[in-house]
């Protein structure tokens, strides 16, 4: 690269070849590590995507597709011939033409401008001519080269559900039958479900989901020498059930009428696991008419979250079903075949070699049947087991339909888009310079006429999905009376929509974030950008205002109890991170409340399955206790919360101390950003890669979404991202990105958002050429390189 050449005191220019470009182009690096991508062509600006996300993130993306693909074995070795093995259960392995044309025009173009950016990376990086990021260096593995059909194939990163949810009410059902179930989970809309004709529910074993777990988990590593984590089930299954409240997101679109500017308002914070590098990135790609800016993941072409000229989008999850669960008979004299209506089918097979590092290449079989993979096998049992997703429909890549919508310029052509719209399915809110706002639902929604998809269902002919609802027959919104509209993974299907019937889901997030901020949305008369940013940052938690109510009557003579009910009683509801009161009501909650509703209602064959309860189920069980209760539910419910809350105070004393003034939520509540690759780092190295430790506020439940593990507090899933849209005043939108944008430990930009975040707030996000020459800090002058 040629000598740096200073413009200002705070900018630098350079200049650089790049094998590949078609076209002269210019690549602007913020104060926050954005790049602001100028090219000749859209080719150019989606191939500089790939390269400059291949430049700040080559190890995250590099790992992705080796996990994805089942690439692993090959770098790190024989513990990971498993987990490649079960990853390639779940590749799309369809006609690639079918796939390619289920998202419209460009989608190949795209894909293969963006991994062409990518390679060209790659080959500077293989040949020398920049170094190897640190990760690399730790491991002793190299990037690897793409093909377009990489990005598209991998589906295992994707949101779907509800398989493993199939699992645990089977388990409850077998232990002490469906009904039960209501103790874990609040299915909305009400239904009764049932055991479907033909399953034996005690045959649902949680092993069964072995190949699942391992294909849909994050790559770990061990110190040298020690063996990676086995999979942990009892604590995969506890996650999954969490995760159904605790992984989603919030956003909402403000009409110019209920805006302080006089102009739209759009705004969205989606919810993830945490993790260092982030899951998102932000970056803007400008080229003759076309011209975008907003967060996507860095492993795929375009944003899926941001604005361009004319339109802002932002998407959280909406909860359709997309994926079964079927169990087979299979014949006694050959286990390769499967009931199937009058007869028997036959297993496809498809044999693939897994290279392993240090060792011989390992032959291994994977086997399908029409609705998917199989994932488990009991010859002895005379029974199979294999999983139905839409992940194996053409279509269905994580997110990539966003290639589509994200250059629309008005409601039609958004709409139009989202029709197509595959996984994960998704709430997208609108707005346009127009002054329109909207909501519409996308996903592929599968018709299920005679099940619900809320239990695993015999996979001989009885129950199969009759396709897929059509995109305009789910439900969507131009322009709502209200001035506004807002989702948070609630069940949102409006009550007299058709679809509502449907069985598209009944498994939705607590509505303790929408109740939030709707109340905010609708009591505010005039929304600015800061309110945004507040009510997005908002500590308040609607469950712990329910739980505070039914304490409101009740007294206790045990001194520890009444400190807590004081303590209770007095708060402000706010989970705020200095506060003593808000770390009783989360250890509470958390930990002690359900565990003492499972010992005194679940019925004791089920305690040990049934996992942790959903917190909703939790609170709308104690609002109307009945008989499993006892005789006088309403004064046992009383009891049982009183013993829990003397359990969360006791220890609260033993972590903190018995001087409730020195409690804070802070001192337990905290954000820390582990790297994966640590365990194998040296101390050096490990100091540079993790970050934190930093107090937080929040929690599941509130606007603010930090979600923790019980073990220790540690924040682990949330909106890592944030951004805040002023629709046609583009450069006075706001974004964060935690813990940064750049995912090179020695890059100024790897931790410089995590404080920000931390505290609630901001960085600017330029959009117009004249405010991102004001934020420029670096500019790159490209050239076709030979």
Partial sequence: ??????????????????????????????????????????????????????????????????????????????????????????????????????????????????????????????????????????????????????????????????????????????????????????????????????????????????????????????????????????????????????????????????????????????????????LRYVVHLNAPGFSVIGAGEPALPGISIGHNGQIAFGLTIFAIDQEDLYVYETDAANPNRYRYRDGWEEMRTVSETIEVKGEAPRQVELRFTRHGPVLKAEPGERRAFAMRSVWFEPGTSAYFNSAEYMTAKDWDGFKKAMAEWGAPSENQVYADTKGNIGWIVGGRSPIRSNFDGLLPVPGDGRYEWQGFLKGNELPEVLNPPEGFFATANEMNIPRDHPVLGRKVGFEWSDPSRITRIKEVLAAKGKLSIADAMALQTDDSSVNARKLAALLAPLSSDDPVTAEGLRLIKDWNRETRVDSPAAALSEVWMSKHLGRVLTAKAVPEPARAVIGPLDTIAVISYLEAPDAALGGDPKAARDALLLESLKAAMNELRQAMGTDITTWNWGRLHHAQFDHAIAPMANDADKAQLNIGRLAMGGSAFSPRAASYRTSDFKVTAGASFRMVLDVGNWDDSRFINT?????????????????????????????????????ARSVIALTPGG
């Fill in 739 to 775: 813990p940064g944008q750049s995912g090179d430990a020695y890059s100024p930009h790897y931790r410089d958002l995590a404080p920000l975040w931390a505290a609630g707030d901001y960085a600017p996000l330029a959009y117009s050429r004249e405010a991102v020459e004001r934020a």
């Fill in 1 to 278: 690269m040629p000598a740096q050449a200073e413009l200002s005191g705070a900018v630098r220019r350079t200049e650089q070849n790049v094998k590949g470009l078609q076209a002269p182009a210019e690549l602007i690096l913020d104060q926050w590590g954005v790049a602001h991508i100028y090219a000749g062509s859209t080719r150019d600006a989606l191939f500089l995507q790939g390269y400059n996300a291949a430049r700040d993130r080559l190890w995250q993306i590099d790992l992705w597709r080796k996990r994805g693909l089942g690439l692993l074995a090959k770098d790190f070795g024989p513990s990971y011939v498993a987990q490649d093995r079960a990853a390639r259960l779940f590749l799309y392995r369809d006609d690639m033409a079918r796939e390619w044309a289920a998202y419209g025009p460009d989608a190949k173009s795209y894909t293969e401008a963006f991994v062409a950016g990518i390679n060209a990376l790659v080959d500077e990086v293989r040949a020398g001519q920049r170094p190897i990021p640190l990760e690399f260096r730790i491991a002793g593995t190299m990037p690897d080269h793409w093909k377009a059909e990489d990005v598209v194939r991998i589906r295992s990163h994707g949101l779907t559900r509800n398989v493993m949810s199939e699992v645990v009410r089977a388990r409850v059902a077998c232990a002490a039958g469906v009904e039960t179930d209501r103790f874990r989970r609040v299915l909305e809309p009400a239904t009764a479900t049932k055991v479907p004709e033909g399953l034996d529910p005690c045959a649902i074993k949680p092993d069964i989901l072995d190949d699942y777990n391992l294909a849909t988990r994050e790559v770990s590593f061990a110190k040298p020498g020690e063996k990676r984590a086995a999979l942990d089930r009892d604590a995969i299954f506890a996650a999954a059930g969490d995760s159904v409240s605790t992984i989603g997101s919030n956003n909402w679109t403000v009409a110019p009428s209920r805006t302080a500017t006089g102009r739209p308002l759009l705004a969205n914070d989606p919810h993830r696991a945490h993790g260092v590098p982030s």
